[in-house]
């Protein structure tokens, strides 16, 4: 996890709030745009894109006259996620589940303490709080995150419990002691329920995908709006849920992974 506070390069950093920038916009933007949004001389903005598109980390569309995203950043999220190599094999079963519920499907993985979705399927509706685009969540307040985290190496669990944990709504855990009692009983159950604790009016649930080791590799989950989350709802897509991790486990067993990827 990155520190707060941490003192900047000011070239590296202003390179990186302009990558973020790009790739938070739906539709690319001019030189001046980006150059405004930042507030950053325009002079400045190009050379940063310069430099950035000599690497691929943007490319310039001389139509629109606009920078988009660059290839090298997909080579880099590659290597970031190796994962991204098995989630051809998995999609069906995630896509089969979304269907099959009208629930927002995920699997996702925990990188320094941060849950990450490789991939998503949508069910009957989209729900923009379960849409993470590629953000990292904080994993004490997902049930993706609470799965992994009940499964992960001790150092692992414990630097995400002294890191702080945040109240992002008002039903947040924010009690390390709480966590951890609770993480206990989502390894036990094998199934991890959030109700509001992300996102208000959002709820999940989440299910370990385990490798040969037996290990969390990545967790699935689904998302739905809590008012449509009554006890019946819960019981029904719990079993769902379970029964697309045990196929999603199987297939990566099958594919040989041999152990989980812990970072």
């Known amino acids: 996890m990155a520190s707060e506070g941490a003192p900047a390069i000011q070239s590296v950093d202003r390179a990186g709030r302009l990558l973020l920038l790009i790739g938070s916009e739906p539709e690319p933007l001019s030189v001046t745009a980006l150059a405004g949004r ?4 325009k002079s400045t903005v190009s050379r940063l894109l310069s430099s950035l598109a000599h690497h691929e980390l943007v490319t310039y569309d001389p ?8 290839p090298a950043l ?10 991204l190599e098995l989630v051809p094999v998995l999609r069906p079963v995630l896509q089969r589940l979304a269907e099959r519920t009208g629930a927002t499907v995920a699997l996702a993985v925990l990188r320094g303490g941060l849950v990450h979705a490789l991939e998503q399927a949508h069910g009957s509706r989209v729900l923009a709080g379960a849409d993470v685009g590629g953000r990292g969540l904080p994993a004490h307040a997902s049930a993706s995150g609470k799965v ?15 890191g702080g944990l945040p109240a992002l709504t008002a039903r947040s855990v ?9 993480l206990v009983r989502v ?13 208000e009016g959002l709820s999940s649930l989440a299910a370990p995908v385990r490798d040969l080791d037996d290990s969390a590799w990545a967790a699935v989950s689904a998302s739905v709006p809590s008012h449509r989350l009554d006890p019946a ?29 812990w970072a």
Do not use: M, N, W
């Not at 009940?150 to 669990?157: K, L, T």
């Not at 924010?174 to 609770?182: H, I, N, S």
């Not at 029904?236 to 989980?260: K, M, N, T, V, Y």
């Open 63 to 70: 139509v629109a006259r606009c920078y988009r995203l660059g």
């Open 233 to 261: 709802r819960e019981a029904a897509l719990g079993a769902e849920l379970s029964a697309a991790a045990d196929l999603l486990s199987g297939q990566l067993r099958e594919a040989r992974i041999p152990r989980s990827l």
């Open 174 to 182: 924010t009690d390390p002691e709480v966590l951890r009692d609770e």
């Open 148 to 162: 992994l985290l009940a499964s992960a190496p001790d150092g692992v669990r414990e630097a995400v419990l002294a």
């Open 187 to 199: 390894a036990r159950a094998g199934l991890a329920v959030e109700r509001d604790e992300l996102e």
């Open 74 to 83: 997909l080579r880099l999220r590659e290597a970031a996620f190796p994962e």
């Open 38 to 41: 930042l507030g950053l001389a």
